[in-house]
């Protein structure tokens, strides 16, 4: 069974809208929510990351919004850019790192 | 700083063949992890080193992985021998802390390809 279920798999937005990835985890020990970013050719980096204890984290275009009860994170990019477009895994973080399958971004010109 | 380094980025290997695949921490990175993407699912975890002890290998897929760091530097990950299913992209990573919560740092993979 899936611990991390990351939607959509793929997301197509127009530069300048906002692009929203979801997960959803089941392991209420869970307590670190790391986003990776992963252009192509390279390894993902790490983007931002939340812990269970606030709600949102923002650092500049890039937010995340943290649901504890619904066991629930989404990444939010605001203003997407074409050089955002990439691979974004969610990860969930008890004693190692659960991943995500990924969503691929393309953000159009 | 030299990031993590990976060898070779690319592999293609018939089944039954060895392949031994190479990762480079950063330097005075205790923590090594491999994780592999299969198909285009997750990152899937393989295994933890914490120098050259191995601190949890549960996600090691059969006996047919071997995995060893020497020293408690470089690590090097054996598939033998190879089955088709053991296609997929390779990942190291490395942390400066065991911490949960330590950020990973990624080399760029290596893409296996048994046919």
């Known amino acids: 069974q899936q611990q991390v279920k990351q939607s959509p798999q793929s997301l197509i937005v127009q530069k300048g809208g906002i692009s929203i990835i979801n997960c959803a985890y089941e392991?209420?020990?869970?307590?670190?929510f790391p986003w990776y970013q992963q252009f192509p050719g390279k390894g993902p980096a790490l983007l931002i990351a939340?812990?269970?204890?606030?709600s949102e984290k923002k650092e500049g275009r890039f937010t995340i919004s943290f649901n504890k009860s619904a066991k629930q994170f989404s990444l939010h990019i605001m203003d997407s850019q074409p050089g955002d477009s990439a691979t974004y895994f969610c990860?969930?973080?008890?004693?190692?790192?659960?991943f995500g399958d990924g969503t691929t971004l393309t953000v159009k010109p | 700083e030299a990031g993590v380094t990976q060898f070779p980025s690319h592999s293609v290997i018939e089944k039954g063949q060895t392949v031994t695949l190479r990762c480079d921490p950063i330097?005075?990175?205790?923590?090594l992890y491999w994780y592999r993407r299969v198909m285009g699912k997750e990152i899937k975890f393989l295994l933890h080193?914490?120098?050259?002890?191995?601190?949890?290998e549960s996600g090691m897929p059969n006996n047919r992985f071997l995995a060893e760091r020497t020293g408690g530097t470089y690590s090097t990950l054996k598939v033998q021998p190879a089955e088709l299913e053991d296609s997929g992209v390779y990942f190291c990573?490395?942390?400066?802390?065991?911490?949960?919560?330590?950020?990973?740092?990624f080399g760029n993979g290596t893409r296996l390809t048994v046919t």
């Open positions: 990573a490395s942390s400066l802390q065991s911490s949960y919560n330590s950020p990973l740092h």
């Open positions: 392991n209420t020990a869970f307590d670190y």
């Open positions: 939340i812990r269970p204890d606030v």
């Open positions: 990860a969930a973080s008890e004693d190692k790192s659960t």
């Open positions: 330097s005075g990175h205790d923590n």
């Open positions: 080193f914490v120098k050259e002890s191995k601190q949890d």
